[in-house]
């Protein structure tokens, strides 16, 4: 079984950063693409940045190309979102998922271990 707990939210200014870290068990974890989503109230799920097994291969929202970085540690069995230059637009619930494959999908529906998700505030 996989399990994925996510960390490192909390509250900040407008332009400040914050990193969120995924931890998952198994040892297929490393094997698999992982990606980053985030939920505001009222509104669908989004993709925000996925990384391929190695690493070497990331994609990322257009709305956060060049603000957010994502990587991962495979001996940690860890992956990190960096967030920088923080926007009140960036406020959600940030969640963590397993890529069922190789690819480093946006789809939802291509990610089946999922996190319980940790919130991030931006206040401007």
């Known amino acids: 079984q996989v399990q994925v707990v996510e960390s490192g939210g909390g509250l900040v200014q407008a332009g400040g950063s914050l990193r969120l870290s995924c931890a998952a068990s198994?040892?297929?974890?490393?094997?698999?693409?992982m990606g980053w989503f985030r939920q505001a109230p009222g509104k669908e799920r989004e993709f925000v940045a996925a990384?391929?097994?190695?690493?070497?291969?990331?994609r990322y929202a257009d709305s956060v190309k060049g603000r957010f970085t994502i990587s991962r540690d495979n001996a940690k069995n860890t992956v990190y979102l960096q967030m920088n230059s923080l926007k009140p637009e960036d406020t959600a619930v940030y969640y963590c998922?397993?890529?069922?494959?190789?690819?480093?999908?946006?789809?939802?529906?291509?990610?089946?271990?999922w996190g319980q998700g940790t919130q991030v505030t931006v206040s401007s």
């Open positions: 990384i391929n097994w190695s690493g070497g291969t990331t």
């Open positions: 998922a397993r890529d069922r494959d190789a690819g480093i999908s946006p789809q939802k529906s291509d990610y089946d271990y």
């Open positions: 198994g040892r297929i974890f490393s094997s698999h693409a």
